[in-house]
Antibody, heavy 118, light 107 residues
Framework: QVQLQESGPGLVKPSETLSLTCTVS????????WSWIRQPPGKGLEWIGY???????NYDPSLKSRVTISLDTSKKQFSLKLTSVTAADTAVYYC????????????WGQGILVTVSS | AIQMTQSPSSLSASVGDRVTITCRAS??????LYWYQQKPGKAPKLLIY???SLQSGVPSRFSGSGSGTDFTLTISSLQPEDFATYYC?????????FGPGTKVDIK
């Protein structure tokens, strides 16, 4: 059974880069979409983007200029980088896997709270 | 981007009640609609894909219907573990967009 676990700093300073990693266990990293979704405190879900195992990426237009998702198949990890962060980027960040369709997210990681503050 | 709305934004119900949540898209999305359940402090969980297909392992009291712009999630007999927030998601057009959520709590 696939399991995902997010890791990374819980506090990032404004204007710096948020970097998170999702480690995959229990299955191959191939033939899947690997996504990031976030949820600001007390608010709804926001799709950030995904990477397919071929390396193809797709990002939300509102974040596209600041986001990079990459994949390390040897480590069974995928990563999120978000540059020039502000307080508005404070959120719980989730990683998730999809098969067949990019938004059929299952399973999800447990989530990691990232706070942007000086 | 396609805008998703949900109604009601919250509801109170009792165990055993039949509950219906509505999701509406700002334009037709065929049946490219997903439902997710999120409990406090937990990651969302996939319930329904393709508007009406039940994800493996999800209890049969959950069902989805609809096509085009109007969709519903129905819980036929609400159980204590169903108190949560429910989100719809469209993937018909890029970018994928979530609805704002419907919180179901105990009456």
């Amino acid at each position: 059974q696939v399991q995902l676990q997010e890791s990374g700093p819980g506090l990032v300073k404004p204007s710096e880069t948020l970097s998170l990693t999702c480690t995959v266990s229990g299955d191959s990293i191939s033939s899947s979409y690997w996504s990031w979704i976030r949820q600001p405190p007390g608010k709804g879900l926001e799709w950030i983007g995904y990477i397919y195992d071929s390396g193809t990426t797709n990002y939300d237009p509102s974040l596209k200029s600041r986001v990079t998702i990459s994949l390390d198949t040897s480590k069974k990890q995928f990563s999120l980088k978000l540059t020039s962060v502000t307080a508005a980027d404070t959120a719980v960040y989730y990683c998730a896997r999809s098969v067949v369709v990019a938004t059929r997210f299952d399973p999800w990681g447990q989530g990691i709270l990232v706070t942007v503050s000086s | 981007a396609i805008q998703m709305t949900q109604s009601p934004s919250s509801l109170s119900a009792s165990v055993g009640d039949r509950v219906t949540i509505t999701c509406r898209a700002s334009q037709a999305i065929r049946n490219d609609l997903y439902w997710y359940q999120q409990k406090p402090g937990k990651a969302p969980k996939l319930l329904i894909y393709g508007a009406s297909s039940l994800q493996s392992g999800v209890p049969s009291r959950f069902s989805g219907s609809g096509s085009g712009t109007d969709f519903t999630l129905t819980i036929s007999s609400l159980q204590p573990e169903d108190f949560a927030t429910y989100y719809c998601l469209q993937n018909y057009n890029y970018p994928p967009t979530f609805g704002p959520g419907t919180k179901v709590d105990i009456k």
